[in-house]
């Protein structure tokens, strides 16, 4: 039988760094070779590891370390910037364990059997199908007719809107300008949703989760409310003009900087409510049999989670760590290649690119995570879409308007066990 360690505050102290040492090199190995099952079991196991180094001393070498423990952690976690670093670093992982494999979308056989002649029946271009057979969508893409019809009514489900807005117009298009790499769709709002032809062009890019995901976001947006308006109202001396379907925005010249900052702050704002519903409409697309918005969802989340560690950690001065993490321990070697070009595509410009970048990481999704969807798991906080629906009180001879609050419960059940990891690292952050 091993010797009890003597009861000394020296000895307690020094088994601490022992312990740590321990303790990391543990936590290095089960991940180094942890299935999703092992991921999923790790903090559990890691109590009882901790148990086992901790019952080799005895009581008052346990309390000397239990008080240097609590004191340790309420620094480091309550009183520091490390909580959503650790909260959204684990996040990154466990998602991308959950989101699978790509799933690339053939141009004949994704979805049709047969051979060549039914490549058509997924895209055709520039050649629109007979509306009259795409549910009076005009669309060069059935298999996006198909997805919108499937998507736009959980928009009502979930409290997005009271009645959903349909677009006339919904259809894969190649772009030509720089957007083309960094662009995955975009609507008016009112008449059309454009998905980027490269995600079914570019291996690249080929992911259906991806589609699901963009063609979501801008079916989303259509939806008026938080997901495309501000309540800001337009800077005096600007009107909005709409022609042959388009928008546009009307100005005298003493008031075009405001404009810009109307601009800038509207895009923040509807961008962020908009990914924010993402991930709840992703999730009930999944609770009701979706396979796809399953792996959609956790994509995201990935996606999301990425996005406000990186800023996080920019925020500390440690962003160089960002890269060799998401390359060690998430990306391909493909992804990798992918995401310095599109970094290099703007810091090509000097720190102004740089600037812009990080401005679209924090209103697609730092932000948004943080914000609105955190909140939503963690606290059941919910995400004023804008939109108004009439509620008539039982009983009662009066009928109000009331906006509608979308609830994260879809988005909650898919967390499982991650729900409580996630609050006891924003235990406190949040008002409810």
């Not at 092992?38 to 196991?45: A, F, N």
């Not at 109590?47 to 609590?70: C, D, E, H, K, P």
């Not at 494999?101 to 199908?129: I, K």
């Not at 290649?337 to 090509?348: E, H, L, N, V, W």
Request: hydrophobic share 45%; aromatic share 10%; proline share 6%.
């Amino acid at each position: 039988m091993k010797r009890v360690r003597e009861i000394t505050l020296l000895g307690a102290l020094t088994f601490l760094p022992g312990l740590v040492l321990r303790v990391l090199a543990w936590v290095g190995r089960y991940l180094w070779r942890a299935s999703l099952r092992d991921l999923l079991l790790i903090l559990p196991r890691l109590v009882w590891f901790l148990l086992g180094q901790v019952l080799r001393i005895n009581r008052i070498s346990v309390a000397l370390i239990g008080a240097v423990v609590g004191v340790a952690w309420y620094g480091l976690f309550v009183l520091s910037p490390l909580r959503p670093i650790v909260r959204d670093a684990v996040m990154v992982v466990v998602a991308d364990k959950l989101s699978g494999a790509p799933r690339p979308l053939t141009m004949c056989d994704a979805q049709f059997a047969g051979g060549r002649e039914d490549c058509d029946l997924v895209y055709s271009r520039s050649a629109p199908f007979n509306p009259a057979t795409q549910w009076g969508l005009v669309t060069n893409s059935p298999y996006l007719t198909e997805a919108a019809v499937n998507i736009i009514p959980v928009f009502v489900t979930d409290n997005m809107v009271s009645v959903p807005e349909i677009p006339t117009n919904v259809y894969f298009q190649p772009l030509i300008t720089a957007d083309s790499f960094h662009l995955g769709g975009r609507t008016d709002c009112e008449n059309y949703v454009m998905t980027n032809e490269r995600y079914i062009t570019l291996s690249a890019w080929n992911d259906e989760r991806d589609i699901l995901t963009t063609l979501t976001h801008e079916l989303l947006h259509n939806q008026d409310g938080n997901f495309c308006n501000t309540p800001v109202p337009l800077p005096e001396g600007c009107v909005i003009i709409s022609e042959g379907g388009r928008r546009y925005y009307s100005c005298e010249q003493g008031a075009v900087p405001a404009l810009n900052e109307w601009l800038d702050n509207r895009s923040v704002w509807v961008e962020s409510h908009t990914a924010s519903g993402t991930v709840e409409a992703l999730a009930a697309q999944c609770s009701v049999g979706s396979g796809l918005a399953c792996a959609s969802f956790w994509d995201n989340i990935k996606g999301m989670a990425s996005g406000s560690l990186r800023t996080e950690l920019n925020g500390i001065g440690l962003g160089g760590l960002f890269d060799p993490f998401m390359d060690l321990f998430v990306r391909s070697r493909v992804e990798s290649r992918q995401a310095d070009k599109s970094m290099r595509d703007y810091t090509i410009n000097g720190p102004e690119g740089y600037k812009q970048r990080m401005a679209i990481i924090a209103k697609y999704y730092a932000m948004p995570w943080n914000v609105y969807v955190v909140p939503g798991i963690a606290n059941g906080a919910l995400l004023d879409t804008g939109n108004l629906v009439r509620v008539m009180i039982p009983g009662g001879e009066k009928t109000y308007l009331v906006v509608l609050g979308m609830p994260y419960d879809d988005t909650r059940k898919m967390m499982g066990l991650l729900r409580p990891f996630i609050w006891i690292l924003t235990v406190g952050q949040f008002q409810g």
